[in-house]
């Protein structure tokens, strides 16, 4: 069977393929859960149905593992060009949260550009993304400036800039680290043999390493990126598998309505709320 023709499947089915146990609303996954974890877990769901998949940072300006060389300009044409392949998929890592970047618009700058026959430049029009939202209080779609998405990945501890919330402007944590900045914006994409090969993926490094076990209900400690050895960090660039299911589908692995009815605690990378 090809992986097209996979069916998809519900955030349950893929609590239980990584390993959890209902009921699953009363598990805390924001002590254990990093841009690590979610890149992990999707090689093991790729694993667990046998198809070929990889994942890697597309865009993250400061901190560990961050895109040297990368340009926010470069970024959105990356993105942009993504979001309108069916074999590619994003997740934004925000203030306390991870959210699904869906679309984008490009907005005329000028209005007598609007019914303008001809492209426009990326200079002459302004850029929105939309995003999926999963949490139930907030819109099931956001839509944002490209500009502000790049403000928020560029600040550094302590200060950030909530997305969710840029009518409190730029805050401040109350911690002790400066310099980093743990948002960034992660790709998965599905892979066919063809196209699975060293040559196709011409940034990032590649992270070979054994299964590791699954995780039971209760795991306590942090896999954050400020928890996670030198040693891993070396292998986050890029996330090979052996493969990847999607198709317009996936980008549905479950309904609006489940998601955002479902009880499940949100993710925290810092003290705050949802």
Same mark, same amino acid.
């Given at each position: ?132 939202? &999963?949490?139930?209080? =907030?819109?099931?779609?956001?839509? !944002? $400036?490209?500009?502000? @998405?790049?403000?928020?990945? /560029? ?85 090979? &598998?052996?493969?990847? =299911?999607?198709?317009?589908?996936? !980008? $549905?692995?479950?309904? @609006?309505?489940?998601?955002? /009815? ?13």
């Amino acid at each position: 069977m090809g992986a097209g023709n996979l069916p998809a499947i519900t955030q349950e089915e893929a609590l239980h393929i990584l390993g959890f146990q209902p009921p699953f609303e009363d598990i805390r996954f924001g002590p254990f859960t990093g841009n690590t974890t979610l890149m992990r877990w999707f090689r093991q769901i790729n694993d667990h149905f046998h198809v070929k998949g990889c994942s890697y940072v597309l865009y993250k300006p400061h901190g560990k593992n961050k895109t040297a060389g990368e340009t926010a300009s470069g970024a959105l044409s990356k993105l942009t060009h993504g979001l309108k392949d069916e074999s590619l998929a994003y997740i934004y890592h925000c203030q306390n949260h991870y959210f699904c970047p869906i679309g984008f618009e490009a907005t005329p700058v000028k209005a007598n550009k609007a019914y303008s026959r001809g492209p426009l430049t990326p200079q002459e029009v302004e850029y929105w993304i939309l995003i999926g939202e &999963s949490s139930r209080k =907030h819109p099931a779609i956001h839509c !944002k $400036k490209w500009a502000d @998405i790049v403000t928020d990945l /560029n600040t550094q501890n302590p200060e950030y800039l909530d997305i969710r919330h840029l009518e409190r402007g730029l805050q401040y944590r109350k911690t002790k680290k400066v310099g980093g900045n743990l948002h960034c914006i992660i790709a998965f994409q599905r892979l066919s043999w063809q196209r699975f090969g060293l040559w196709n993926f011409p940034f990032g490094t590649i992270r070979q390493e054994s299964q590791p076990p699954t995780h039971a209900q209760g795991i306590a400690k942090s896999e954050s990126e400020d928890n996670i050895s030198k040693k891993q960090h070396g292998r986050l660039g890029r996330s090979f &598998s052996t493969g990847f =299911h999607q198709d317009s589908t996936w !980008k $549905k692995m479950s309904s @609006i309505h489940e998601r955002r /009815n479902s009880g499940y605690h949100g993710y925290r990378d810092y003290e705050g709320n949802d």
